[in-house]
T-cell receptor
Framework: EAGVAQSPRYKIIEKRQSVAFWCNPISGHATLYWYQQILGQGPKLLIQ????????DSQLPKDRFSAERLKGVDSTLKIQPAKLEDSAVYLC?????????????FGSGTRLTVV | GESVGLHLPTLSVQEGDNSIINCAYSNSASDYFIWYKQESGKGPQFIID?????DKRQGQRVTVLLNKTVKHLSLQIAATQPGDSAVYFC??????????FGPGTRLSVLP
């Protein structure tokens, strides 16, 4: 079974620039998550999609972050404009609807460095 | 590969010894807990889970213990191997809500 695919693997941008990350979940997984993992910390949920609808975006900084999941499959996460504190690994995960934690599959993440 | 964290608490153990990684969780209403393993440059990988109606669960070489009285979770790894070197996170969940991850512990296995 193919895993969760994310790209790019690494990205370095200057502050105030914009950046986008892409995620392709496991086929058939209805639920998709974006997490932010700052160095030395555990992942923090940014947004959860169920098919192409948003379930939870309570921790998404909506003034600069946006995400979409067209057709309920692939998803993109965008930051505009980026700040230094956005430097982190952005992880995408997917699961079957209603899955417990053992059913979550994480991608390898995109490491963003804002300089 | 990339480091998950440079300033995490670190546990160093000799190869073959048993490891115990601890986690204090925050929400007394949490009813489901997971341990994840994160290797350098990779996403978290499920290890073992436990529900709040249990206090112990065993897997292959791993055991999770839950003490709800003091909101404490531990992961025991038997006969630790070099491949166990990683950062370990506990995560807690309350019904209807999403997982909240702890800060993580780096396990370093010494030859």
């Amino acid at each position: 079974e193919a895993g969760v695919a994310q790209s790019p693997r690494y990205k370095i941008i200057e502050k105030r620039q914009s950046v986008a990350f892409w995620c392709n979940p496991i086929s058939g997984h209805a639920t998709l998550y974006w997490y932010q993992q700052i160095l030395g910390q555990g992942p923090k949920l940014l947004i959860q999609f169920q098919n192409n609808g948003v379930v939870d975006d309570s921790q998404l900084p909506k003034d600069r972050f946006s995400a979409e999941r067209l057709k309920g499959v692939d998803s993109t996460l965008k930051i505009q404009p980026a700040k230094l504190e956005d430097s982190a690994v952005y992880l995408c995960a997917s699961s079957f609807e209603g899955a417990t934690g053992r059913g979550y599959t994480f991608g390898s993440g995109t490491r963003l460095t804002v300089v | 590969g990339e480091s998950v964290g440079l300033h995490l608490p670190t546990l160093s153990v000799q190869e073959g010894d048993n490891s115990i990684i601890n986690c204090a969780y925050s929400n007394s209403a949490s009813d489901y807990f997971i341990w994840y393993k994160q290797e350098s440059g990779k996403g978290p990988q499920f290890i073992i889970d436990i529900r709040s109606n249990m206090d112990k669960r065993q897997g292959q070489r791993v055991t999770v213990l839950l003490n709800k009285t003091v909101k404490h979770l531990s992961l025991q790894i038997a006969a630790t191997q070099p491949g166990d070197s990683a950062v370990y996170f506990c995560a807690e969940k309350n019904y209807g809500q999403n997982f909240v991850f702890g800060p993580g512990t780096r396990l370093s296995v010494l030859p």
